[in-house]
């Protein structure tokens, strides 16, 4: 039911649709809480909710399933506040176990007396900073996109639980402390992106064990120190880290101090030296084009005249303290 223009809240009546494996209401005009009560369909893998008006807090209260099941969820582009879920993020053993190794690919379908056929058709995301469309979802496929809300707090450590998680999206909120070491367990990462938050620290360096990181977006925050070198970290670019006024090493042009891992202050040294002696000349210029200038026009126009005369006075008694000495 994505991209259309249904108004109103979702119908509670969702809820009894126990086999429900999809629901796609993104793009839309929805305006209601985030329903818990799906939370109960122990079938659903698929929940986008993307791009609507849902409002509120993200919390589990009363529910017993929490979709165990639940592969991807979207749910970015709307005005979802308080804390990340840490709850759901415990119960998503589908994303925790995964679907371990296969000799081939399998897409998400379902059997009838009709024969075998995909219902996770035409689906988008946004993956790796593009809005990519697919004609079938791999059951490996999975996605939390919690973007462009209002979610504020910690990134819960819980996620590093989440080994098969492919993308993870938290950009464009309030996020606020370390980014977890426990995400560096999130082996089978390709893309992540925790830009435009207030997330302060280090880049943990466990961020080296993503083996498949192909896009790290960390800009716009207020993280600091050495950026982690090697593997991975080697193939990513200044777009990665740009708004972070505090990081340094490659490959930013800003080199750190030894080995304490802060940027180097010498730039900045030689700056506001060159600043400051600069200004001192100034004024030691400006001060002598003004005094020649002055002194100029006062002896030749001979105004003001009580200057020259006390000049004049001064100039003869110190004629005479001289003339006297001589003697």
């Given at each position: 039911?994505?991209?259309?223009q249904i108004?109103?809240?979702?119908?509670?009546?969702?809820?009894?649709?126990?086999?429900?494996k999809?629901?796609?209401?993104?793009?839309?005009y929805?305006?209601?809480t985030?329903?818990?009560?799906?939370?109960?369909l122990?079938?659903?893998?698929?929940?986008?909710l993307?791009?609507?008006?849902?409002y509120?807090?993200?919390?589990?209260?009363?529910?017993?399933?929490?979709?165990?099941?639940?592969?991807?969820?979207?749910?970015?582009?709307?005005?979802?506040s308080?804390?990340?879920?840490?709850?759901?993020?415990?119960?998503?053993h589908?994303?925790?176990?995964?679907n371990?190794?296969k000799?081939k690919?399998?897409?998400?379908?379902?059997?009838?007396?009709?024969g075998?056929?995909n219902?996770a058709?035409n689906?988008?995301?946004i993956?790796k900073?593009l809005?990519t469309e697919?004609?079938?979802?791999l059951?490996?496929w999975?996605?939390i996109?919690?973007?462009?809300?209002?979610?504020?707090?910690e990134?819960p450590k819980a996620?590093?639980e989440?080994h098969?998680l492919?993308?993870l999206?938290?950009?464009?909120?309030?996020?606020?402390?370390?980014?977890?070491?426990?995400l560096?367990?999130?082996?089978?990462?390709e893309?992540l992106?925790?830009?435009s938050?207030?997330?302060?620290?280090r880049?943990?360096?466990?961020?080296?064990?993503?083996g498949?990181?192909a896009?790290?977006?960390?800009?716009?925050?207020n993280?600091?120190?050495?950026?982690?070198q090697?593997?991975?970290?080697d193939?990513f670019t200044?777009?990665s880290?740009?708004?972070n006024?505090g990081?340094?090493?490659?490959?930013?042009?800003?080199?750190?101090?030894?080995?304490?891992?802060?940027?180097?202050?010498?730039?900045?040294?030689?700056?506001?030296?060159?600043s400051?002696?600069?200004s001192?000349?100034?004024?030691?210029?400006?001060?002598?084009?003004l005094?020649?200038s002055?002194?100029?026009?006062?002896?030749?126009t001979?105004?003001?005249r009580w200057?020259?005369?006390?000049?004049e006075?001064v100039r003869?008694?110190?004629a005479?303290?001289?003339?006297?000495?001589?003697?």
């Amino acid at each position: 039911m994505s991209n259309n223009q249904i108004e109103g809240s979702l119908p509670r009546s969702l809820g009894n649709c126990k086999e429900l494996k999809l629901l796609d209401v993104g793009n839309n005009y929805l305006n209601d809480t985030f329903p818990n009560w799906l939370g109960n369909l122990d079938q659903l893998q698929v929940l986008i909710l993307r791009s609507n008006r849902f409002y509120g807090e993200v919390v589990s209260s009363g529910v017993t399933v929490s979709f165990t099941r639940l592969r991807l969820i979207d749910i970015s582009h709307n005005n979802f506040s308080g804390y990340l879920p840490m709850k759901y993020f415990e119960n998503l053993h589908a994303i925790k176990e995964g679907n371990g190794k296969k000799d081939k690919p399998e897409y998400m379908t379902d059997g009838s007396a009709l024969g075998v056929w995909n219902y996770a058709i035409n689906i988008s995301f946004i993956i790796k900073g593009l809005k990519t469309e697919f004609e079938e979802l791999l059951t490996i496929w999975t996605v939390i996109d919690f973007s462009s809300n209002q979610f504020y707090g910690e990134i819960p450590k819980a996620l590093g639980e989440l080994h098969s998680l492919i993308v993870l999206n938290l950009s464009h909120n309030c996020l606020t402390g370390h980014i977890p070491s426990s995400l560096g367990d999130i082996s089978e990462l390709e893309s992540l992106d925790l830009s435009s938050n207030k997330l302060h620290g280090r880049i943990p360096t466990e961020l080296k064990n993503l083996g498949f990181l192909a896009v790290l977006n960390l800009s716009q925050n207020n993280l600091v120190g050495l950026i982690p070198q090697g593997k991975q970290f080697d193939t990513f670019t200044n777009d990665s880290y740009i708004g972070n006024l505090g990081l340094c090493g490659f490959p930013l042009s800003k080199s750190c101090d030894n080995e304490k891992g802060t940027p180097a202050k010498f730039d900045r040294d030689d700056d506001d030296g060159m600043s400051w002696k600069f200004s001192i000349l100034m004024g030691y210029g400006c001060g002598l084009v003004l005094g020649l200038s002055t002194g100029y026009i006062v002896f030749a126009t001979g105004r003001p005249r009580w200057f020259i005369r006390t000049y004049e006075r001064v100039r003869q008694r110190f004629a005479k303290r001289v003339k006297k000495r001589s003697r």
